[in-house]
């Protein structure tokens, strides 16, 4: 008897399904997307025809592709039960399109009336027992409006950064969403670069009653002079006054409870509470959802399922209390809420601890707990102002403010919002108080604070750019082309960010505004209902890029970063000195370059190419620290000039690692950069050799041009073992999606 075969897109997700289904169904995993654009833009999309585009089957997925197909000839019935978005309903659609034999002859088609589509925002038996009684067709209008996406950051991708590797430097990128956020960053930079401090003084006094138990408190003055005269005339006057109370304000303050998570709230409490990056949390929320644990986690609406709530009414009442309980539903201030139709929340809530290791425990108890507080009532909070000052009132007031809850509500499920209590002491108006000291403390204003992850994502929300699904990636995007670097949680721009984005907001404006990312995230939306059409949607914008981008070409590099400071002269030729960005960040060069190679660092000193550091034990040549358009480097020898030295073999160079300090570079670290490529050994399987090396996004090591990143392995001591365990972990998706047919 054939089988009914329901096709997912991870092993774990899988499995868990097979689980609640009987005999009759077979379970398999597609392992994510299985067909993509193919990373040539030549062939990808066929622009005249009505931006086609060309898909090719993703490396690696091959053998996957065949077994669905396999099993799909054996079927009854085929389920495509792909995430509930975009993104599942373009996977299932790529599924359908092999199984029924897209382009091949009609005799190996699998009929279209058998492939039924179901989809679930939680996977528990009775979400995937319900999914299975409403089959549906595949959401042609949905999948288009990913599809859209998906070619329209292809063309903006492609088109931008070719121009970005001419004219800036190779290897170097831009996006639609990507250079927007950017942009952002940078904006925040410029304001913290021009903010120019100011000196200002805090003030305070500490005081005691002068009867009952003559209790100490501190009051701060509610002005912060910015004169220092000012500042000595309030403590003149204050040590010299009689100290009173002024006023005694109290005001019962409500706390509301927060909306249950979407995926960018989760990503920014999770950052702020745990820790974790935007695409750790996400990568973690995936295995809690793939387990069954929790609703789907890509979602920017904050309604619960009247199951859900039902499950907190009985929690609640007998955890907490009936008088806790306060059913709730929440506005999304998404202005683009597309994504699946319900909350991040636990799939049972009587299951307070879940998870299989301390990350997932913790993240959990977070959705769990920010979900039942949801439907709880306000915190009441006790708020007293103490106002002071002396008798004669010739200085400003000096007050203290204090808080104390009076009922917990909604805290007492999500205890981490509650803080701490601030009690004061029981005064009354007209008190006379004892002044024991006054205080001064001088400080200088503060530039604006710098984005954090969960900064840029509240940001990015509120402006209308991207969607939930993509912030994580487009953060990580940012650190690992290293336009940003984390330092403390802040991200700040680097050099190169800096002079990409420059670029871009001087010669593509429109493209990278606000404006023109959201509207389009508008028209993404209307494809999504089937109210706007895909070519007229791509047309309108390519048309005007395209024309922009040509223009463009023709424009300068913009590596220049601007004057030097006029002290800094040219140790060749005395000239003033110009600011490039090379591989390896800033450094001074010769405005007349190329006329004259001379070059300093940032904190001028010379980078000299006469003087060898050393000779090179295989053939005797002497070895130069160069500085070129990429960046500073080691190179063996010096490179043929005049006639015939275009075909003259090229010196041996490597990069000189981000960061290092030229003046420090050795004989011994020289050598050690030009181990590169090393030849690691020989793949078991394959018998071809596995590298180790630099590129242009950094250490790698590659096997027949599968090439995998080095994020904590030092690329100049890797051994074959190590790299080996590397190729057998499943590549993470970095850039451009893998290959399809």
């Not at 990913?146 to 001419?166: H, M, N, P, T």
């Not at 030092?714 to 080996?724: F, G, N, Q, W």
């Amino acid at each position: 008897m054939s089988k009914k075969l329901l096709i997912v897109e991870s092993p774990a997700k899988a499995k868990t399904i097979s689980k609640y289904l009987g005999d009759e169904y077979e379970v398999v995993a597609s392992v994510g997307h299985i067909r993509d654009l193919p990373k040539s833009n030549k062939q990808a999309i066929d622009i005249g025809a009505g931006f086609v585009p060309h898909y090719e089957i993703s490396k690696g997925k091959e053998k996957v592709v065949s077994e669905i197909k396999n099993l799909a000839k054996k079927a009854s019935e085929i389920l495509l039960a792909t995430d509930p978005d975009r993104e599942g309903e373009a996977i299932a659609w790529h599924i359908a399109e092999l199984i029924q034999g897209s382009g091949e002859k009609s005799k190996s088609k699998f009929p279209i009336s058998k492939i039924k589509r179901v989809t679930y925002h939680e996977i528990t038996k009775e979400a995937i027992e319900e999914a299975l009684k409403h089959p549906r067709e595949i959401d042609q209008d949905l999948r288009q409006a990913q599809e859209a996406r998906r070619v329209l950051d292809r063309l903006v991708g492609y088109d931008l950064s070719g121009i970005i590797w001419k004219k800036v430097r190779y290897g170097l990128s831009a996006g639609r969403v990507q250079s927007p956020a950017l942009r952002i960053i940078m904006e925040k930079e410029r304001e913290i670069r021009a903010f120019k401090s100011e000196d200002f003084w805090v003030v305070s006094a500490d005081v005691k009653r002068n009867e009952g138990k003559k209790e100490k408190f501190i009051v701060v003055c509610e002005e912060e002079p910015r004169d220092k005269k000012v500042v000595d005339a309030i403590v003149q006057a204050g040590e010299k006054g009689l100290w009173f109370v002024k006023e005694v304000k109290e005001t019962n303050v409500k706390k509301s409870p927060r909306a249950p998570f979407i995926t960018s709230t989760l990503q920014q409490t999770a950052s702020s509470r745990l820790g974790f990056s935007p695409s750790r949390t996400m990568g973690i929320a995936q295995k809690l959802y793939e387990s069954g644990h929790i609703t789907y986690m890509r979602t920017d609406s904050t309604t619960l399922a009247k199951t859900a709530i039902d499950q907190i009414v009985d929690l609640v009442t007998k955890k907490f209390g009936k008088e806790y309980l306060e059913l709730r539903s929440y506005a999304s201030k998404s202005k683009n809420a597309q994504e699946a139709h319900e909350a991040i929340r636990p799939t049972h809530f009587n299951i307070e601890h879940a998870g299989m290791n301390d990350e997932q425990k913790k993240l959990y108890e977070l959705i769990w707990r920010r979900a039942v507080s949801s439907q709880m009532k306000d915190a009441g909070t006790l708020r007293t102002k103490i106002t002071t000052n002396i008798t004669d009132g010739k200085i400003p007031d000096f007050s203290i403010t204090g808080s104390q809850i009076i009922f917990p509500g909604w805290l007492l499920s999500d205890p981490a919002s509650r803080g701490d209590d601030v009690e004061l002491p029981k005064v009354s108006e007209g008190e006379k108080l004892d002044l024991e000291k006054i205080n001064i403390e001088a400080k200088q204003t503060e530039p604006p604070g710098r984005y954090s992850e969960a900064g840029l994502i509240k940001e990015l929300e509120k402006r209308g750019i991207g969607r939930p699904s993509t912030y994580a990636s487009t953060i990580k995007t940012l650190e690992d082309r290293g336009y940003v670097d984390k330092v403390n949680k802040a991200l700040i721009p680097t050099d190169t960010g800096d002079v990409v984005s420059s670029f871009l907001e001087a010669n593509f404006a429109e493209y990278i505004s606000d404006s023109f990312t959201a509207e389009m995230e508008d028209k993404l939306d209307l494809i999504a209902e089937g109210k706007e059409e895909y070519v007229k949607t791509l047309e309108d914008f390519y048309g005007p890029f395209l024309k922009e981008v040509k223009i463009k070409d023709k424009l300068d590099k913009a590596t220049n970063m601007g004057d030097a400071d006029p002290n800094m002269k040219c140790p060749k030729c005395g000239e003033a000195m110009i600011i490039k960005l090379g591989r390896g960040g800033k450094f001074l060069s010769c405005g007349t370059y190329p006329d004259c190679d001379g070059a300093l660092t940032m904190e001028g000193v010379e980078i000299k190419k006469d003087e060898p550091i050393g000779i090179y034990p295989e053939n005797g040549l002497p070895i130069y620290i160069l500085v070129g358009k990429y960046g500073p480097y080691v190179q063996v020898g010096e490179r043929a000039k005049g006639k015939g030295s275009k075909k003259a073999e090229k010196p041996r160079m490597a990069s000189i690692p981000k960061g290092k300090d030229l003046t420090t570079v050795t004989l011994a670290d020289a050598l050690t950069y030009l181990t590169l490529p090393r030849v690691l050994g020989v793949h078991p399987d394959t018998g071809k050799e596995i590298k180790a090396n630099v590129g242009m996004f950094g250490p790698y090591v590659v096997h027949e041009k599968d090439f995998r990143s080095l994020k904590e392995d030092d690329v100049y001591t890797i051994e074959l073992p190590r790299a080996l365990e590397i190729f057998a972990q499943e590549k993470k998706k970095r850039g451009f999606k893998k290959k399809t047919k």
